[in-house]
């Protein structure tokens, strides 16, 4: 019937149950808005129409899942946008996501999927706004700073340590840092590239007693003054010359001198610390979170409670800490606010600095029989020569390989029984340099002198008279290492393999963040602080182990519940979601962090209280360690170190002047045995260490760093 109600002639058809929408709903899924690469496992899913939206105006329900089958949710009401949880997928790898739609006339669409790659250090990484800002030629940077970063390249290059640096080698571009305490430059960043010419991490070198020669490097990502770079270009602003403050704390100012950005945890004002606390013993300061009855797993851990047990000093009454004003205020007060924290690091790092010097005055000991590979500094074949008595009871050879430095290798053939021999190798890089112009990979210098002592054995080794002041290293002798070592293909003579440990492995962290000022959960005017971020990734981590069937942390699978809850089980998410936002927040208000404009601290004698958050989950012990005064030392170190090695456990540590709490889950060492003459001769031997560290940043400028630390928090199943 139309509208002047005619009647239309009768149609003889099979019965049929009319529809007023017969069409099925369709719509388009974009991961990041359409990106192919994510860094973070947590993105917006966007469901918008094909071309024609005549079939997606009346979507009323949806399902969206990480499951072909969709098997795992229900209908839900049909949203535009939403936050989602992509599935756990390793690096590199292509994850996807599924969704139906249905109508209000209880239609079904075909199954919508999208793809895209998870790439932590990838996608979302900024591309530098002014790559020269800060920056010096390769060429004009000293030629002894060169030579301390080119062999940490060779002698990670091929190790577990430095995955990816096969073929890596150094960029055009150096950048200067300064500390406001120092003169001139204090520091080189140099970064690194792959094969491929990507970005594959950096080396920082110190250039003088105020630090360890490399107190952090890291074989991935950016470098810390791109990212420093990239926060400032987030706020319009430019870095016209960039800052080390102390172990992670990197900052930019504009060609004004005033802050251009400090990613990360900004430097707290510490007062009340005078230089003589550096001449008395310590006493270390310590608690121990104990749970109020035994449980064989977290199934009887509904009603758990437990008991904190606190010992050691107290904060001296003066000590205070506090935010700075302004930037201007920090680098004026930088050097007596933090002097005991400077001559803390200097008397560190003193030892490395001695023997490095001694080494390059008195030369390196190389042993009879032995082959040593000594990393030269551009790629290349430079012409080498030597001289000196121990020329004649040397073999060496240059080996080059495309695209990077040649190394020197030397083979000891013969020696003289009880006699150091000197051999000096001359390295003349001029006509390397004058091939390498084009691309910027020049020396400062035509030439290096390298020099060597030429010894018979460690037993022979002369002690009369004429070794007064001369010092000569000697190869570690001591036994099989513990775990793994790195590859010896590039290893200074004097010292020993690297010795490492990991407590799991990269793909077992939890990449979390801190929670930005009135976002989700986090009702303050601050950012959430590092502390309640660093024990959320620990016991986040724990909770996944035991998930996975860690026979160590299976029975605390209570550590992470349902939505950061005490309910039911769940498994701690990769990255940040809902969910580990509450546990971080929970996390945040027990261990009492404050504001500071942006900043959110929490001081080392408040961290213990994160056990509140087992009441009700868990039957796991938490402990922590720490010096009040925030001083780092060995005791504080071995915790940390120990809870890696021994129980294949992360730990929370302290780094810089009271600033930053990172989870230390690598640990590595390496030592040399030297001898030392002045009248008499004696050995010594020397350790570098070092911790792999979780910033807390979601996965970026992680690294490894000088192996101090003024605080150690642990968990135990």
Known sequence: VDEKNHRSAVIASQGVVPSADPFAPEARILINNGAPTTADLLVKLSFVPYEEDDYYGDIAEMKVSNLADLSDVEWQPFTKEMAWQLAETQPGEVTQVYARFRDKAGNESLLETARIRYEPSGATTCVDPNPRAGAVKFSDVPVQFVRTAAQLLADMRGGPMAPGWEKAHFAELVRELYRPDIEGVAYYEFQVLNGEEKPAGFIIVATGGHDHPIPHWNYEGETPTQHVACEAAKNNKKVAKFFKLDTLSYAGEDENGELAAMPGTPLI???????????????ISSSEWTPDQETQSDDEAGDIGGTLTESGPTPPENLTLEGWD????????????????????????????????????HGEGLFKGNTYDISLLIPGTPQVQMSGEGAGYVDFEVVSESGQPAVLRIHVKDAKPGEALPLIATVDYATVNAASVSNGMTLSAGQETITFAVLDSPTTVPGNGAMNKIYLPLVNGGGQPQVSAASAAAVNGAWSNWHYFWAGSHNDQRLYNQIEKHTGPNTSGCWSGCGGTAWAMLFGWADKQAANGNSYWASRWGLYRQNGGKGSDAVAPRTMDSGVMNMTWEIRNDVGTWCWGDSGPTNPWDMDNASNYFSGRTGTRLSTHYNVLGISEDRLRNYARDSIVDRNTPAVIGTGWLTHYPLAYGYAWRSRTVQKCFIWCWTETEYNRAFYVNQGWGGSDNGWVTASTWFAGEIRP
């Open 269 to 283: 004002k510490v007062s009340g610390l005078t230089m003589d606390m550096l001449d008395k013993e310590q006493e």
């Open 326 to 361: 302004s930037w201007q205020e920090l680098k004026k007060g930088y050097g007596a606010t933090y002097a005991v924290f400077i001559e803390a690091l200097k008397r560190e790092a003193a030892e490395d600095w001695e023997t490095d010097q001694l080494a390059r005055e």
